[in-house]
């Protein structure tokens, strides 16, 4: 015959003081997730694309945004601190900028002309959402240059180019008749 043995464990109950520490741990844990939630990956930053220098020494600063939030944010422009902000500096805080940030990242999506002096060399737009942690992009005249987009009108060596290429597949039919003696 077979004996089956039974071995029981007892589990010691754990000192009143580690059950004190366990449960301070995990109420410290559950109040600081919500922290965790807001990290940096959920924001809203501005991003600064390039820059167009005038002739005049006026810099147009291109931007854009990242909303890294899975819904739509809403700030007003202008709005500075506290909580969210979106606004310039200098002043004025309000220089056109978008109120609504669908989320994304969206390049280009408005522009701001200034011209850099010895006491306000540059332009920074700070943006945050409701976090009140902002970011912010700042265009001098060393950011990076807009590359320059080829003209489409009369003026440009486009249509130039085109005739060329043209003319040049006429002439390449015509000989291609000739040498066959179609024409």
């Not at 959920?42 to 819904?71: E, Q």
């Amino acid at each position: 015959m077979t004996e089956t043995t039974h071995i029981a464990t007892k589990r010691r109950p754990l000192p009143r003081i580690g059950t004190k520490i366990a449960l301070w741990c995990t109420a410290l844990a559950l109040v600081a997730a919500p922290a965790a939630v807001a990290s940096p990956q959920n924001r809203l930053t501005p991003i600064l694309d390039c820059i167009d220098v005038g002739a005049d020494g006026s810099i147009t600063a291109h931007f854009g945004y990242t909303n890294s939030w899975t819904n739509q944010s809403n700030v007003p422009a202008g709005k500075p601190p506290p909580g969210p902000q979106n606004w310039f500096l200098p002043a004025p805080a309000d220089r056109g900028q978008p109120s609504q940030f669908q989320p994304g990242t969206f390049s280009d999506v408005f522009t701001v002309t200034f011209t850099p002096t010895s006491g306000n060399p540059n332009i920074e737009w700070r943006l945050s959402d409701a976090s009140g942690e902002f970011n912010s992009a700042i265009a001098d005249a060393s950011s990076a240059r807009c590359t320059p987009v080829p003209a489409a009108g009369l003026d440009s060596p486009w249509p130039v180019l085109l005739s060329v290429v043209g003319l040049g597949a006429a002439l390449a039919v015509r000989q291609r008749r000739r040498t066959r003696g179609e024409g």
